[in-house]
């Protein structure tokens, strides 16, 4: 009997499937060294623990009511739950903004009674426009700036890491902006840092050009920014844009978060950023919290999505 | 095995193993805490080093084409995440510095060998291929054509 030659002998069959198990076993092999050498590189805190753990939580637009999320103070009730639920108290809890939707006295009670159930030692805010859309910003400053400098921006330090809490949605054309007096503090707040001093930024409207038609930038961060290139490790957490973002530029590492009200569209996607409404069970999907750890010695910092469960 | 042969087994396993060098470098240094293109690097880095040892110890011919489609796959993410975004992840320019250059000249240079190999082997084959007797040209056909049957 002879042999089609368009078909494989069992020789060929089996020398191909040997070629085929070394190259998933080399994948296998490679990954592991890899993913050793990267925990490796990482130096572990003795108490085997990171050295700073914190939550974000954002956009929470209390006061909202449509279509896109009927109950925005049952899904922050939830988001607030989860994070008291994380198993460990985080050392902070970040909100990046919007935590109501008309900025109403009441509102703002009602935001500020439903985070006092946060179970950590610091909530800390930042502004969104929502905040600030009749008053600039001042029943904001009321109820949540003490402490805060200027129009509510603040800088503290907290495990060797130094913070700095922004503020970009005052003085709103299209971008965020953050002004004059602003970026002097900056440059004043990191001067006397050494450059090996982890840098966090928390604003609301994020500091990269994430979609400038839709407002999604800040014109003048490139000057803040310009304040922090010295430094190793600079990361920006914001919220305004509900969806997780991410972004590198040298040294700096941008990450938008998500909401915890409704989704709005991506980039382009429609002629404007509207709520979107989801399918029914979809919704918590789309919403969430962040978790965020620093540990000592590791330049970047760690970040786990967490959808609203 | 022909010298030239030799010579692009050796350029193929050097540019694989830069990029996989570039990508597991950017996966330990904080890239592996972005959620999906964390994972995406670290399955490059993987896959590029088993193929480079591979195809330098003489593997068969489709070991190639996955280093191209691989390589090539490489190149179309780099040009997602400096314009539409990937994942919801985007960078700007050449950064991070020198990796992101690195990594784009090592997946051309295999795209380039691999795309070489390839067209010479058609210019080859066309050029044989009437002196052939039917039974020889269709076994050159199903043969692998960039590297031995074996």
Known sequence: MTRDPNTMSRRQLIRHTAWFGAAVGFTVVGGEVISHVAGASVPRPAVGRPTLRFAQVSDSHLGFTGAPNPDVTGTFQHAIDQINNLGYTPDFVIHTGDLTHLATPDQFDHAKQMMSGLRTPHVFTVPGEHDSVDDAGQKYRNAFGAGSRGDGWYSFDTAGVHVIALVNTLNLHKLGHLGTEQLEFVQKDVAGLSSDTPIIVFSHIPLFAMYPDWGWGTDDAAQALGYLRRFASVTCLNGHVHQLFSKTEGNVTFYSGTTTAYPLPHPGEGPAPKPVTLPAGKLRDALGIREVSYTTGQNALALKERTLQ | ?150
């Open chain 2, 1 to 150: 095995m022909t010298f030239r042969n030799f010579i692009v087994r050796v350029g193929l396993a050097a540019s694989l193993a830069v990029s996989a060098a570039s990508h597991a470098y950017l996966y330990a240094h904080g890239y592996q805490h972005i959620s999906r293109i964390g994972i995406g690097f670290l399955l490059q880095a993987s896959v590029s080093f088993a193929l480079a040892v591979l195809i330098l110890v003489g593997g068969p011919g489709w070991l190639r084409w996955v280093a191209a489609a691989v390589a090539g796959g490489s190149l179309v993410a780099f040009v997602m995440s400096r314009t539409s975004g990937l994942f919801g992840f985007t960078e700007r320019g050449w950064d991070p510095s020198p990796y992101a250059a690195s990594s784009v000249a090592a997946e051309v240079v295999t795209v380039v060998l691999w795309a070489g190999v390839l067209i010479r082997w058609r210019t080859s084959r066309r050029g044989n291929a009437p002196r052939l007797l039917p039974q020889a040209a269709r076994a050159q056909v199903h043969g692998a054509p960039l590297g031995r049957d074996r």
